[in-house]
């Protein structure tokens, strides 16, 4: 089945860093979404991403569609701990077929 | 307008019992999908239902595991003679037809001792 490789798994960074984290496929997907999940909670839409090349943004909150529609990245500006949580990136072809998550990336913010 | 409902959101079970996680779907949400959580992953596809219908349980056990969304009432996830590695947290998502905006409820935390 379709798999997706987000990277890194965690990170650990400073109130007020910029965050970057991404997320491959092995095959094509027409469209990306980002997921963020607090703790005991269930995932909540960050963005979404119709489109090769389309970027995006949502506050401090940039995502990127890959080109090769294998691929995207999210970016999250000078971070706060709020940002806490697990940020997960899911691919998506039909109407038919299941969102696909990846494993998480967990991010820590240090005040 | 509540958004997806699942419950009970903690539900301990001993080896060999039945387990039922019941999601209700956002209002005018006709699609239902269950994913499974473990610690420290990423959620599984399990099963994708329409009212009376299973679209998809291509993620589903074989065995022990059973899902429906009735006519009326909320969508049922059913495990059957639960063993410690069903322990997880279960996820239901709906949406409205035909489109990836999924919703997705808090969980339900399954722990099987």
């Known amino acids: 089945g379709q798999q997706l490789n987000q990277s890194p798994q965690s990170m650990f960074i400073q109130e007020g860093e910029d965050v970057s984290m991404n997320c491959t496929s092995s095959s094509i997907f027409n469209t990306w979404l980002w997921y963020k999940q607090d703790p005991g909670e269930g995932p909540v839409l960050l963005i979404a991403l119709y489109k090769a090349g389309e970027l995006t943004s949502n506050g401090r909150l940039t995502a990127q569609f890959g080109i090769t529609r294998k691929d995207s990245f999210l970016n999250i500006s000078a971070s706060i701990p709020s940002d806490v949580g697990i940020y997960f990136c899911?691919?998506?072809?039909?109407?038919?077929?299941?969102?696909?998550f990846g494993k998480g990336t967990r991010l820590s913010v240090i005040a | 307008n509540a958004g997806v409902m699942q419950n009970p959101r903690h539900l301990v079970r001993r080896r060999g019992q039945e387990a039922r996680l019941r999601c209700s779907p956002m209002?005018?949400?006709?699609?239902v999908y269950w994913y499974r959580q473990l610690p420290e992953e990423g959620l599984k596809f399990m099963v994708y239902l329409q009212k009376e219908n299973i679209i998809d349980e291509s993620g589903m056990p074989k065995e022990r595991f059973s899902a429906e969304f009735p006519k009326e009432g909320p969508s049922i996830l059913r495990i059957q003679q639960v063993v410690r590695g069903d322990s997880a947290a279960y996820f239901c998502?709906?949406?409205?037809?035909?489109?990836?905006?999924?919703?997705f409820g808090s969980g339900t935390r399954l722990t099987v001792v």
């Open positions: 998502a709906s949406s409205p037809t035909g489109t990836m905006s999924y919703t």
């Open positions: 209002k005018g949400h006709s699609h």
């Open positions: 899911a691919g998506f072809n039909s109407g038919n077929t299941p969102l696909v």
